[in-house]
C-alpha cells in the first residue's frame, strides 16, 4: 500500500499568516493527490484535486502544488474559516487509496 | 439538491453484523463509483472500499483492514447500495461515510459502534 506521510500534524497560526501542509508518498503517484478540509462535525470537503486544480467555489487563497512523491498545500493569507483539520489522499491508479494523518489547524 | 444518506449504524457487540445503507436522491446512483469512508472518534480519514458501476464491471476494492469481513454491493432500482459488515472488531468503532469521490458528494455518515 502506498503511505502519505502528512505533515505537520497540528499547526498553530494566526489569521492573515501563510500557511504550508505538505504530504509525502511512498512512491511516485504522478499527481494523483486530492486535498480535503474537514470542520468539526462535519463531511470532508475537497478543495484541491490533481494536485493543483482549485475546485470550483474554493477560495484562491487555496493552492496545490506538486507531483510524484511531494506536494504541498497552501493557504496564502488565513482567514477565521479556515482553521480546520486538512488531508491529502492519495486517489490515482494504486488501491487502495490512502489518506494522509491529517493536519489540524488551530488559532494562535 | 444532491443528497447522501447512510443508516444502518447503531450498537454491536463483537464478532456481530450490521448492514448499512447508502440513499441517494438528486442524480442517479447508477452513474456513479461509491466509495465508503470511516473516521474513528477523533481519529483521521480512512478509506474503506468502494464499487464501480455496473458499466464499468461493479467490481468492489477493499482496505486490507476489512477485505474478506465487509461487502459492499448496490440496489441500483433503488438508488441505493450497501455496505455489509461481519465479524465486527472494537476497531471498526467510526462514523462511516458514503461519498462520491469524483464529485465530492458526501454524506453526514451514520455511526457505527463496536462494544460489549
Known amino acids: 500500500d502506498i503511505q502519505m506521510t502528512q505533515a505537520p500534524s497540528s499547526l498553530s497560526a494566526s489569521v492573515g499568516d501563510r500557511v504550508t501542509i505538505t504530504c509525502r508518498a511512498s512512491?511516485?503517484?504522478?499527481?494523483?493527490l486530492v486535498w480535503y478540509q474537514q470542520k468539526s462535525g462535519k463531511a470532508p470537503k475537497r478543495l484541491i484535486y490533481d494536485a493543483s486544480t482549485l475546485q470550483s467555489g474554493v477560495p484562491s487563497r487555496f493552492s496545490g502544488s506538486g507531483s510524484g512523491t511531494d506536494f504541498t498545500l497552501t493557504i496564502s493569507s488565513l482567514q477565521p474559516e479556515d482553521f480546520a483539520t486538512y488531508y491529502c489522499?492519495?486517489?490515482?491508479?494504486?488501491?487502495?487509496?490512502?489518506f494522509g494523518q491529517g493536519t489540524k489547524l488551530e488559532i494562535k | 439538491e444532491v443528497q447522501l444518506v447512510e443508516s444502518g449504524g447503531g450498537l454491536v457487540e463483537p464478532g456481530g453484523s450490521l448492514r448499512l445503507s447508502c440513499t441517494a436522491s438528486g442524480f442517479t446512483l447508477s452513474t456513479a463509483w461509491v466509495t465508503w469512508v470511516r473516521q474513528a472518534p477523533g481519529k483521521g480519514l480512512e478509506w474503506v472500499g468502494r464499487i464501480k458501476t455496473k458499466t464499468d464491471g461493479g467490481t468492489t476494492d477493499y482496505a486490507a483492514f476489512v477485505k474478506g469481513r465487509f461487502t459492499i454491493s448496490r440496489e441500483d432500482s433503488k438508488n441505493t447500495l450497501y455496505l455489509q459488515m461481519n465479524s465486527l472488531k472494537i476497531e471498526d468503532t467510526a462514523l462511516y461515510y458514503c461519498?462520491?469521490?469524483?464529485?465530492?458528494?458526501w454524506g453526514r455518515g451514520t455511526l457505527v459502534t463496536v462494544s460489549s
Open positions: 461519498t462520491h469521490l469524483f464529485r465530492d458528494y
Open positions: 512512491q511516485d503517484i504522478r499527481n494523483d
Open positions: 489522499l492519495q486517489s490515482g491508479a494504486y488501491l487502495p487509496y490512502t
